[in-house]
């Protein structure tokens, strides 16, 4: 029989499966933009950037909430996020970032069926690539 999957393992697949399907979705060619800089480089070099902590599990996986940056963006500038909101006004509206912001201060508490469910969504749409 085989063993449950652990909540932490289910988690970590799911980051992984998500941002690459984030780095992905919107390459040309392999090749992907930082939403905050503009540099292009290869989606597998480049990272998905949260605009809203990680921590925030109900943004965590959010399409709207995460983008490509680079590292020197992402980690080393920690998010350039004055950019970051700027490119998310321009993209969804002005009062975006504050609705984004709201969603992230929600509990959420996913199970590990839908967590499971969300792996199996991304698993298949980075076929597609």
Known sequence: MAKKPTRTSLIK????V????I?????VNDIAQ????????????????HWASRRHYSTRWDE????????????FRAGEIYLYTKYLCL????????QLYAKSQTI?????????????HYTELNKLF
């Open 64 to 75: 709207q909430n995460c983008n490509v940056q680079c590292s020197s963006c992402n980690v």
């Open 91 to 98: 993209k969804y509206g002005d009062n975006f970032p504050e």
């Open 34 to 49: 930082c939403v905050t800089c503009g540099k292009k480089d290869h989606w597998s070099k480049l990272q998905n950037g």
């Open 18 to 21: 998500f941002s690459i399907y």
């Open 108 to 120: 959420c508490k996913f199970t590990d069926v839908e967590l499971q469910d969300m792996i199996q």
């Open 23 to 27: 780095r992905r979705k919107d390459a």
């Open 13 to 16: 697949k799911l980051d992984t």
